[in-house]
């Protein structure tokens, strides 16, 4: 195929896949912002973990609290916990890999925290040991899908949030993440910092 053609489809693919995923995710996206928002304003702080292009939209997250999203304002308590390679590393050698997020959730969570936990296939053993150990801790859960939500989607309980993306190929899935990303930020900023 030309690759001019190629282009094109990617982009008529994403597009495609952000009007399917409209409707579909919007209510989930207002619900998981305002147990986010609820979280920062009584003092509790986001987590965030992922793996691959997963741990970068969780760092991503992590700095539109921590700095700034669109708006001055203060800077909010987000922990990425996919940036410290002394503690992944010792974690993963001295346990297990799927342990790297969870042993510092049992650490860091505390009760009325947040995790918002990444995957495109809901599948990632160690993203759904956090999870567990999220649930451990009294951490709510603001998960990040795709595909038919993998094993994510049946930990989940009652004060959880899935926004599952309506998508199978991980480039498209990643997208509308990115896109939940910044809606999250920008809703959190607005119920903080500009309510009406």
Known sequence: MDPHERIIQHFHESIETKQRAIDQLTPRIVEAAESLARCLQED???LSCGNGGSAGDAQHFSSEL??????ERPGLPAIALTTDSSTITSIANDYCYRDIFAKQVRALGQNGDVLLAISTSGNSDNVVAAIEAAHERGVR?????????GAMAPLLKEGDVE????????ARIQEVHLLVIHCLCDLIDQHLFNPE
Do not use: S
């Open 44 to 46: 509790g702080k986001v």
């Open 163 to 170: 926004i599952r993306v309506p998508a199978q190929v991980t």
């Open 66 to 71: 921590l700095n700034r999203f669109e708006m």
């Open 141 to 149: 859960v603001v998960a990040l899908t795709g595909r038919d939500g």
